[in-house]
């Protein structure tokens, strides 16, 4: 019986602690494609305190923040939100990531 009772209390505090975490934003890099739908993670853009500061780049998108803009094949489709972000991003010209 108390067996029963560990589980069902775990059952009803999981969905909670996963709901509130936010995903390693150091290891959002590389080819990023927007999208409208299904998108892996959703993001804000903000003008300050934001989670990731972005660096578009053309090529060797190979370190954190560094986002190369494709339409096919990317390795994380964004949706761009005005609420409820997975986190926020501020478009950067130099040292990108986390903050």
């Given at each position: 019986m108390i067996g029963f009772r560990c589980w069902v209390a775990l059952l009803l505090i999981a969905p909670v602690t996963l709901a509130d975490s936010k995903p390693d934003v150091a290891t959002i890099y590389?080819?990023?494609?927007f999208v409208t739908s299904f998108p892996d993670f959703k993001v804000k853009v903000v003008d300050s305190f934001a989670d990731l500061h972005v660096q578009v780049v053309e090529s060797f998108p190979d370190k954190p923040g560094r986002w190369q803009m494709v339409e096919s094949f990317p390795d994380y489709k964004i949706q761009i939100v005005e609420s409820f972000p997975?986190?926020?991003?501020k478009y950067v010209e130099s040292f990108p990531g986390p903050r």
């Open positions: 590389g080819r990023i494609q997975d986190f926020t991003i």
